[in-house]
């Protein structure tokens, strides 16, 4: 039987994702200015693309049920903070770090956390760059404040992380052994990948910028 939430508190939460749904407006236009700025004043554009979503009410009472937290509208609002999120997806990790300053630098929201799993895989295998940002609403919204979950990784990593999510969702979060031997394994694969093609992008430039050929170089 799918989690749900009792009538009321599905009202409640309709009322309550409107604000999260304004909040992520604001973040997203933020990431889409960037992007225009990219494409029109910059040689290079970072930033491959941008998603963004609201949670499904299904799926954050999933997640107040696996936190084992009552399931209303108030513990959502309280507890999650990735009811918004936008997910930035970038040609190589030190794209995403320069784009974690500029978005540091915004004053459209704050930064009230981040995790680094760029650096420092989990456990799984998961790499991505996690931000929680803090957007007020403004007086309309009596200066309530939303919160907004940001992922930024390569494309390699979206790749990994889709279909290990794919696979977490099928066995309902407890992959088989074997399946998580498998992913992690080519979690380690993907990261020397990224790391083999953003060095491939560096000796190319190396040799436009200095015009010296790639024996000269010791690639
Ligand atoms: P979904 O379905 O993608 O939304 P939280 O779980 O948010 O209360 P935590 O554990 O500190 O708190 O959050 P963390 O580690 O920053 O992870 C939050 C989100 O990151 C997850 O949300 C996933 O989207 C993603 N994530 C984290 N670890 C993994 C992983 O091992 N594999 C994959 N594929 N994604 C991961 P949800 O709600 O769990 O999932």
Redesign the pocket.
Known sequence: LKTRFAPEEFEELKKRLVKYECALDVVYTQFSNLNTYYNNFEAVNPIEHIKHRL?SPE?IAG?LKK?GLPITAEQADE????IA?IRVICSYAKNIYEIVEIIKNQEAFTVVSQ?D?LKDA?????R?Y?MILEVNLGHLFGEQSCRV?V?LRTSAMDF???L??KV?YKYDGKIPQQLSNELQNCAEQIHALDERMYLIHKVVDMINQSEVDIDQIGY
Do not use: N
């Open positions: 949670k799926s997640k936190k507890h999650l903070s990735d999120g995790k799993y989990k456990k799984t295998g998961y991505s996690h979950e992922q990994w992380a889709s290990e999510h977490r």
